[in-house]
């Protein structure tokens, strides 16, 4: 099988704390908070920041596979996945397909991966809610993870070795959601509860048996899944030592469906030493499991940004505000016409600068061109431009504008003409920050978002928005960027 070579995660910006809830709708509303995704956040975008993070360290014209496993797709009849493909500038050559509509086709993923021919990407995404007020809704939440297999090289070594994987497929028709609903309909949980704690046991004990590990040995035990009743269940039946059980991270991130698995992959990843073995159990539609043992190279490989501060992170969202994204609360819109439904033609000429945000530096008088042109816009010289990504670079504010007339689900606009380091200069909007806080010389990074959706079609563009790291003191974006094009 393949290694897991690299990963990484991704988190929202927003909080939404559930005692909100209650406060609104006067009912019980939960103890804790989830991550919410942001108006301009959907399952593909979060899926590219998650992606990014896996393959920081990553040669990406070595990906042979992306797999994309989503619970919430923005389209249907077309793959979602290609939309995550052109934002990673992974190769043309690589297959990109999608994996959609259940909690299990995460796992699927990762099963998938692992014996996939050559270095493979698997994503996992989500974005669970429900109706105002359900159970769904408070117990949901917004996440993505990433995970790279790969047969091992002394370049990249193994972070964890793949011992075994098991599976049970069982019609269980406890979940269903007829395509356009807003909501799951859910049969009582003490349906399923027996057949999923059944199914959970039996993949955990054939996949440690084929893995050759005795349960007493397993150092993390990651039980997930929509059913939180039968997957407690399973954690408590299954024998292992009490420390072993990890957090489902439920009331502090929420349950991102699908992607659950892999945020808490992840977070385990971020903080096992060498030679642990975790085990992974996801119930849905039966049952998988699989079974890893880290290596020495994991502490010195791990994922640049941990789960754990990125859940510290956040700005907390009202919960009138959780609704007007979710489209259950229709508010006044702007005065403003409504966004215009990009055309097919110019986006795909356009695909490399649009979704991979590649520019052009010149060659004869090294200017970058945002975006990149046959004719540099400083000396003239034809067909002289490098493909030159901007994605990864820092960049700083050098001016702003607050528009609060301009068409947005979440007014107002924030405007801002951001600096790249190492040259290049770019309009775009800021995300994720509050209209207060932006100064001037603020640091920023990139981040792909859904920037407008029109007659069902969306619209996809890199924002910026504040570079904690670089304000922590780290030298991610200290280099002073020089203004060209």
Request: glycine letters at 10%; charged letters at 20%; one cysteine or more.
């Amino acid at each position: 099988m393949n290694a897991l070579v690299a990963y990484g995660s991704y988190l929202p910006h927003h909080r939404l704390d559930l005692t909100d809830i209650g406060a609104v709708l006067g009912t019980p509303g939960g103890r804790g908070r989830r991550t919410v995704a942001g108006y301009d956040e959907d399952t593909t975008s979060m899926a590219v920041e998650a992606g990014r993070a896996a393959l920081a360290g990553f040669p990406r014209d070595e990906i042979g596979s992306l797999l994309l496993a989503i619970g919430e797709p923005p389209y249907l009849d077309r793959t979602n996945a290609a939309a995550a493909h052109a934002a990673l500038r992974l190769p043309g050559s690589a297959l990109a397909m999608d994996l959609i509509g259940s909690a299990r086709a995460g796992a699927a993923a990762l099963a998938t991966a692992a014996t996939s021919p050559g270095p493979t990407l698997a994503v996992l995404s989500d974005l669970r809610g429900g109706l105002p007020g359900g159970a769904d809704e408070r117990s949901g939440g917004d996440a993505a993870a990433a995970f790279v297999l790969a047969p091992p090289r002394p370049d990249r070594p193994a972070l964890a070795e793949v011992l075994a994987t098991a599976w049970t497929t069982d019609e269980l028709f406890d979940r269903w959601r007829v395509p356009g609903e807003p909501a799951s309909h859910v049969w009582e949980e003490r349906f399923a509860e027996g057949p999923y704690t059944d199914h959970g046991l039996d993949v955990l004990r054939r996949a440690l048996r084929e893995a050759g590990v005795e349960i007493g040995a397993v150092d993390h035990l990651i039980v997930t899944g929509l059913h939180q009743r039968a997957a407690r269940a399973v954690a408590a039946r299954a024998g292992a030592r009490r420390e072993a059980v990890t957090d489902t991270l439920v009331t502090r991130a929420g349950n991102p469906g699908t992607a659950q698995a892999g945020l808490l992959l992840a977070d385990v990843l971020d903080r096992a030493g060498a030679g642990e073995v975790v085990v992974l159990v996801v119930l849905g539609d039966g049952a998988s499991c699989l079974v890893l043992r880290t290596t020495a190279a994991l502490p010195d490989h791990r994922a640049p940004v941990t789960v754990a501060s990125q859940l510290e992170g956040g700005a907390p969202v009202s919960y009138g505000t959780f609704l007007t994204w979710r489209g259950h609360l229709v508010r006044e819109p702007p005065r403003r016409p409504d966004p215009q439904p990009t055309a097919a033609p110019p986006a795909h000429r356009a695909t490399p600068y649009k979704y991979g945000l590649v520019a052009g530096r010149c060659s004869a008088c090294d200017t970058v061109n945002i975006p990149a042109e046959h004719v540099c816009v400083r000396c003239g010289a034809v067909d002289t431009q490098q493909p030159h990504p901007l994605a990864e670079r820092g960049g700083r504010v050098v001016t702003f504008s607050i528009d609060h007339l301009a068409f947005s689900p979440s007014p107002p606009v924030i405007a801002a003409v951001v600096d790249f380091a190492g040259g290049g200069r770019l309009i775009c909007e800021l995300t994720d920050v509050d209209p207060g806080d932006v100064v001037v010389g603020m640091p920023v990074r990139m981040t792909f978002r859904r920037t407008a959706s029109a007659a069902g079609v969306h619209n996809y563009f890199w924002k910026a928005r504040p570079d904690v790291t670089a304000v922590s003191g780290e030298p991610a974006n200290t280099q002073a960027a020089s203004a060209h094009g």
